[in-house]
């Protein structure tokens, strides 16, 4: 299995607090992802890196930001929770690119009141 | 903005049957990859098909990818239980940088 760590597992909060959700990974791999998923959607990616430093939005950005400073770890921050960002959030690390596995991480589950 | 439309989107059988799960869209992917997902843990890779026309069998699960590039199949024979699971189908664009655009999955369910 990849070396893929995502904390916290479960979280609850509530409407307009910060929150902050981390992807460490060991396999030194260059790029890397954050999903959510919910029922009826699929997984629809946020936002994605492939380098430190380097980031781009995926299909739903809105209300989230992303930071990687080091290889390892990709944080992904809702600046002001809302309801609406409920949701199974799923980090992906992945190497080179085309043919290459997109591994996931045990993903994280975000309740906001 | 690349969509993948898969269908069934349910399907419950009995263990012994045979099924089949589609993946199409109206675009051009370069790859096109399938994952399985089971409750609580992330999807898990189970084949890339990259040629059009290219057939990939793994045990029991066939994957074709379209002539064209832009539709995919999954045909499972003598479904077991342990076949359960939500099955996604992701395609690449082949961007500058590699992302992938997921389907919403086929949740199967094989019954004992």
């Known amino acids: 299995d990849a070396g893929i760590t995502q904390s916290p597992r479960h979280k609850v909060t509530e409407t307009g607090t910060p929150v902050t959700l981390r992807c460490h990974q060991t396999?030194?791999?260059?790029?890397m992802y954050w999903y959510r998923q919910d029922p009826g959607h699929g997984l629809r990616l946020i936002h994605y890196s492939y380098g430190v430093k380097d980031t781009d939005k995926g299909e739903v950005s809105d209300g989230y930001s992303v930071s990687r400073s080091k290889t390892e770890d990709f944080l992904l921050t809702l600046e002001s929770a809302t309801s609406s960002q409920t949701s199974v959030y799923f980090c992906a690390i992945s190497d080179h690119r085309s043919t290459d596995t997109q591994y996931f991480g045990p993903g994280t589950r975000l309740t906001v009141l | 903005t690349q969509l993948l439309e898969q269908s069934p989107q349910f399907l419950s059988i009995q263990e012994g049957e045979n099924l089949t799960v589609y993946c199409n869209s109206s675009s051009v992917f370069s790859s096109l990859q399938w994952y399985r997902q089971e409750p609580g843990e992330g999807p898990v890779l189970l084949v890339t098909v990259v040629t059009g026309g290219e057939v990939k069998k793994l045990k029991r699960l066939t994957f074709q990818f379209g002539d064209a590039r832009k539709d995919s199949s999954l045909h499972i024979t003598a479904a077991q239980p342990g076949d359960t699971g939500l099955y996604l189908c992701a395609g690449d664009s082949g961007g500058s940088n590699y992302k992938l655009t997921f389907g919403k999955g086929t949740l199967l369910t094989v019954n004992p």
């Open positions: 396999e030194n791999h260059r790029y």
